[in-house]
């Protein structure tokens, strides 16, 4: 019986964490067993351990592998404030709201990650500050570290409006905490830091 190459292994792997991703953020860290994440990558049970040494080693992989996508997608935006906006716009809109799976593992599964392993918050905190450092740097260009903390509240705005959008049964009342969102992280945007001390 032939050995699978090292490059078939690394695929595969890639693979579970890519449909993990998707299945984690549409239903659940908790909500999904490794036979359901296993059979979404069209593998069965036996091969999950020949990558990961147990589910929460998936779910570090997953987190860190979510927000590095994330924070590589930020290099498309247009360039400054522009770009802040498209981005804002995009990630507070109904179509975002509708489809978890697809979207900011933050807003999903937040709650889940704080329950989580070290390993898992360790991935998240490093995904996290490159989210904050890169929203810094549209921020203030010349000063990033200047317009940190108004980087992390906008982060945090963001993530709760979505994910407070994404809890109401009144439709048009998620509609108008989106639409608000956007005004609110958007006037933030806009402000000119003023720094703390």
Do not use: W
């Amino acid at each position: 019986m032939a050995r699978y190459t090292k490059e078939h292994k690394q695929v595969t792997r890639q693979r579970i964490i890519e449909t993990a991703g998707h299945r984690f953020k549409q239903d659940g860290i908790d909500g999904s067993g490794i036979s359901t994440l296993m059979s979404d990558a069209g593998l069965t049970n036996g091969a999950f351990y020949a990558h990961f040494e147990s589910k929460d080693d998936l779910v570090a992989h997953v987190v860190a592998e979510q927000l590095r996508t994330q924070v590589e997608q930020y290099d498309t935006l247009r360039p400054g404030l522009a770009g802040l906006e498209d981005l804002i716009r995009a990630y507070l809109s109904p179509g975002h709201r509708d489809n978890p799976g697809d979207g900011c593992p933050s807003a999903a599964l937040l709650d889940e990650i704080g329950r989580c392993g070290d390993a898992t918050k360790d991935a998240y905190t490093d995904g996290a500050k490159a989210i904050v450092g890169e929203l810094a740097a549209r921020l203030n260009p010349e000063d990033p570290q200047s317009a940190r903390g108004q980087a992390i509240g906008l982060y945090a705005m963001a993530v709760g409006t979505l994910q407070l959008s994404r809890a109401l049964s009144d439709h048009k009342f998620s509609d108008e905490v989106l639409e608000q969102g956007v005004e609110n992280v958007l006037a933030l945007a806009r402000c000119r830091s003023i720094p703390v001390g």
